[in-house]
């Protein structure tokens, strides 16, 4: 029988589950079970979930947090519990070990509950509350009953005389621990048994204000504020880049030189794990080591919609057992694409939580649009200078756009929180088809141009 059950609430967590069950699963204390209490999710959770030996899923239809908490627990046998939020991840493999020493020979401590860390782009008022709520200090708690089941451990026998309040809709655990404390039990808060928590403990504060605090606690937690659990990390993320290349790829062409191109910009990345040619002929992608999607597998590909046809290549890539966390689409007839961008976009993406980053042209020009009515009106309808204008940013997707696995599964490739990579070197915007079909007069510089690019790149 294991010694510590672990319950895991989740509701739409498939940016989450993952992290959390991975380092749950490596920790030094095996004596465990997991159990999942999952709230009608309609996302990935639970196919993400069953990646691990997760013992048991509970599935509830209406979500109230002790309710939750004590049906996984009549499912458990562990003589100690720990409940655990699905976005919260282990920072420690002793996390658990650590939770579990507290109990040693302290018959009256019912609970104990650990650290809880920001994300390095958790938001200011949250990360400003967690970093305040939860210091660095061991305490006992005789008389405060502040406990949090993000991150807890709590006897079985305590729990069978004060099991969860299920009526309650929050803080179902502060009830708990009011409970034990009036009964004459203590608590223990542990900050060596630390996980990161993405979201904080009040949503309601003046952001001006939060940013004041915060900043003052930045330069001296500094190891905490800018942190990311190791999965989170630019260099350990599985992100895999896909290529789309339609027709033949012909020997010599200026089509042939610029996939060539930005093949080998990708394989200089630090942090693209793999790189997916989608094409209708491999041969290309073995020369060069690269995966390969046939292209001619996926129906109605000549007319699919960009972000559906990533959507299939995804779909493709998951049913090997691949699963990456992003998808970075690359378009190969950028002809000047800029030094590092794939690893800047990556690494934006990290560390500031974007779901969707891609590369924008910076553009202070003065723009105007028709209306149905045939009528224009400005974008700006002031004539301020350059400096006092507020940029308009124009997409340039194929230079590298990165999205989220979770929304390019839904057939998106922009959603989510969205990050834009500022590029402010026009000629990063050009394009082979840009020139091949001129929509300006000048075509002699024009070819000139793509000439002198072709030639760097038959170097």
Same mark, same amino acid.
């Not at 794990?273 to 996926?298: A, H, M, N, P």
């Not at 590369?359 to 400096?387: C, F, I, P, V």
């Given at each position: 029988?294991?010694?510590?059950?672990?319950?895991?609430?989740?509701?739409?967590?498939?940016?989450?589950?993952?992290?959390?069950?991975?380092?749950?699963?490596?920790?030094?204390?095996?004596?465990?079970?997991?159990?999942?209490?999952?709230?009608?999710?309609?996302?990935?959770?639970?196919?993400?979930?069953?990646?691990?030996?997760?013992?048991?899923?509970?599935?509830?239809?209406?979500?109230?947090?002790?309710?939750?908490?004590?049906?996984?627990?009549?499912?458990?046998?562990?003589?100690?519990?720990?409940?655990?939020?699905?976005?919260?991840?282990?920072?420690?493999?002793?996390? !658990?070990?650590?939770?579990?020493?507290?109990?040693?020979?302290?018959?009256?401590?019912?609970?104990?509950?650990?650290?809880?860390?920001?994300?390095?782009?958790?938001?200011?008022?949250?990360?400003?509350?967690?970093?305040?709520?939860?210091?660095?200090?061991?305490?006992?708690?005789?008389?405060?009953?502040?406990?949090?089941?993000?991150?807890?451990?709590?006897?079985?026998?305590?729990?069978?005389?004060?099991?969860?309040?299920?009526?309650?809709?929050?803080?179902?655990?502060?009830?708990?621990?009011?409970?034990?404390?009036?009964?004459?039990?203590?608590?223990?808060?542990?900050?060596?048994?630390?996980?990161?928590?993405?979201?904080?403990?009040?949503?309601?504060?003046?952001?001006?204000?939060?940013?004041?605090?915060?900043?003052?606690?930045?330069?001296?937690?500094?190891?905490?504020?800018? *942190?990311?659990?190791?999965?989170?990390?630019?260099?350990?993320?599985?992100?895999? *880049?896909?290529?789309?290349?339609?027709?033949?790829?012909?020997?010599?062409?200026?089509?042939?030189?610029?996939?060539?191109?930005?093949?080998?910009?990708?394989?200089?990345?630090?942090?693209?794990?793999?790189?997916?040619?989608?094409?209708?002929?491999?041969?290309?992608?073995? =020369?060069?080591?690269?995966?390969?999607?046939?292209?001619?597998?996926?129906?109605?590909?000549?007319?699919?919609?960009?972000?559906?046809? $990533?959507?299939?290549?995804?779909?493709?890539?998951?049913?090997?057992?691949?699963?990456?966390?992003?998808?970075?689409?690359?378009?190969?007839?950028?002809?000047?694409?800029?030094?590092?961008?794939?690893?800047? !976009?990556?690494?934006?993406?990290?560390?500031?939580?974007?779901?969707?980053?891609?590369?924008?042209?910076?553009?202070?020009?003065?723009?105007?649009?028709?209306?149905?009515?045939?009528?224009?009106?400005?974008?700006?309808?002031?004539?301020?200078?350059?400096?006092?204008?507020?940029?308009?940013?124009? *997409?340039?997707?194929?230079?590298?756009?990165?999205?989220?696995?979770?929304?390019?599964?839904?057939?998106?490739?922009?959603?989510?929180?969205?990050?834009?990579?500022?590029? =402010?070197?026009?000629?990063?915007?050009?394009?082979?088809?840009?020139?091949?079909?001129?929509?300006?007069?000048?075509?002699?510089?024009?070819?000139?141009? $793509?000439?002198?690019?072709?030639?760097?790149?038959?170097?």
């Amino acid at each position: 029988m294991p010694e510590i059950s672990i319950i895991v609430r989740t509701k739409n967590e498939e940016s989450w589950i993952g992290h959390c069950l991975e380092m749950i699963y490596e920790q030094d204390f095996k004596s465990f079970e997991v159990i999942l209490v999952d709230n009608a999710s309609s996302d990935n959770t639970i196919q993400i979930a069953k990646r691990f030996p997760v013992d048991l899923i509970l599935n509830i239809d209406k979500f109230l947090p002790g309710k939750a908490l004590n049906k996984g627990i009549l499912a458990s046998s562990g003589n100690y519990i720990v409940c655990i939020s699905a976005h919260c991840i282990p920072k420690n493999i002793d996390w !658990l070990s650590t939770l579990y020493k507290n109990f040693e020979s302290d018959e009256q401590l019912a609970g104990v509950y650990g650290r809880q860390l920001p994300l390095s782009y958790t938001s200011d008022v949250d990360k400003r509350d967690l970093l305040i709520v939860f210091g660095r200090d061991r305490r006992t708690q005789m008389k405060d009953y502040f406990f949090h089941n993000a991150n807890s451990m709590l006897r079985r026998d305590i729990w069978e005389k004060f099991p969860f309040d299920e009526v309650v809709t929050n803080i179902e655990d502060r009830v708990w621990g009011k409970a034990v404390v009036s009964a004459g039990y203590h608590i223990v808060y542990d900050p060596d048994a630390a996980v990161y928590h993405y979201h904080g403990l009040h949503q309601e504060n003046t952001k001006g204000r939060a940013r004041g605090v915060v900043s003052i606690i930045e330069q001296i937690d500094q190891d905490v504020t800018n *942190a990311l659990p190791n999965s989170l990390k630019p260099e350990v993320a599985n992100i895999v *880049a896909i290529i789309p290349f339609q027709g033949k790829i012909k020997l010599g062409t200026k089509d042939y030189k610029l996939l060539l191109k930005a093949i080998i910009e990708l394989k200089q990345s630090k942090y693209v794990k793999k790189i997916y040619l989608v094409s209708i002929e491999g041969e290309f992608s073995k =020369q060069f080591e690269i995966e390969w999607i046939d292209r001619s597998t996926i129906a109605d590909e000549d007319t699919l919609a960009l972000d559906h046809l $990533l959507q299939k290549c995804l779909e493709s890539i998951e049913s090997t057992g691949e699963f990456p966390q992003s998808v970075l689409y690359v378009n190969y007839d950028y002809l000047n694409r800029p030094e590092h961008i794939f690893d800047e !976009l990556i690494f934006d993406a990290q560390y500031k939580g974007y779901d969707t980053v891609f590369s924008g042209y910076l553009d202070y020009k003065h723009y105007w649009l028709k209306n149905e009515n045939d009528d224009y009106h400005q974008t700006d309808d002031s004539m301020k200078a350059r400096s006092d204008m507020q940029p308009v940013y124009r *997409a340039l997707y194929g230079l590298g756009c990165l999205t989220s696995s979770a929304i390019v599964r839904k057939g998106k490739i922009i959603g989510g929180k969205i990050g834009i990579l500022p590029i =402010q070197d026009f000629n990063a915007t050009l394009r082979l088809r840009d020139f091949e079909n001129p929509t300006n007069d000048d075509q002699t510089i024009s070819l000139k141009a $793509l000439s002198n690019i072709l030639l760097e790149i038959s170097k």
